[in-house]
């Protein structure tokens, strides 16, 4: 399979081991802060601006678009509201060594427009819509993050309510 095109905003995002160290010894509760702002069925219920990149999970709608590099927070809004994009799609990387950011990003795209169909209802290369991803780095590997979040996005516009068989 090919790689998905590329899209005009390059958004690469990943969790950096530092920050984390650092909440961690400033005795901060991300327990907390992931109870916050969710309903029972763990739907987001009102804007948080500085949401964990750890408790982001598929259906989560994010105002991203400005995000680069590495990032430790994101905010997510209920997807009511206009948003940027939509995690739809979670991959949980296997093994004990960091295989790499290339290897990384290759698994990301290539298992991001793979599962693209499924949740937009038509390709990938069909489609007017472009893919993004939150994803691991060494740093984080370390500490046991696994997970590539895949995301949805209308290149030239705000969503508002979710993109799921959206079939454009």
């Known amino acids: 399979m090919t790689p998905p095109?590329?899209?005009?905003?390059?958004?690469?995002l990943a969790v950096t081991l530092t920050v984390v160290a650092a909440m961690a010894l400033s005795?901060?509760?991300?327990?907390?802060?992931?109870?916050t702002g969710r309903n029972a069925s763990g739907?987001?219920?009102a804007v948080n601006s500085k949401a964990d990149v750890f408790s982001l999970k598929v259906g989560d709608c994010l105002n991203d678009a400005a995000a680069t590099g590495t990032v430790t927070t994101a905010p997510i809004v209920p997807c009511n509201m206009p948003h940027d994009s939509e995690a739809y799609f979670a991959i949980t990387m296997t093994g004990t060594a960091f295989p790499g950011?290339?290897?990384v990003k290759d698994q990301a795209s290539q298992g991001c427009a793979t599962a693209f169909p499924a949740?937009?209802?038509i390709s990938y290369n069909d489609s007017?819509?472009?893919i993004?991803?939150?994803f691991p780095t060494a740093e984080s590997w370390a500490n046991g993050d696994r997970q590539i979040l895949c995301t949805v996005y209308d290149p030239g516009a705000k969503s508002t309510g979710t993109?799921?068989?959206?079939?454009?």
């Open 163 to 168: 993109l799921k068989n959206a079939k454009r």
């Open 128 to 130: 007017s819509l472009s």
């Open 43 to 45: 739907t987001p219920t």
């Open 119 to 121: 949740f937009i209802g």
């Open 27 to 35: 005795g901060c509760s991300m327990l907390a802060q992931l109870g």
């Open 5 to 12: 095109r590329t899209a005009s905003r390059t958004r690469l």
């Open 132 to 134: 993004s991803y939150y």
């Open 101 to 103: 950011d290339q290897a």
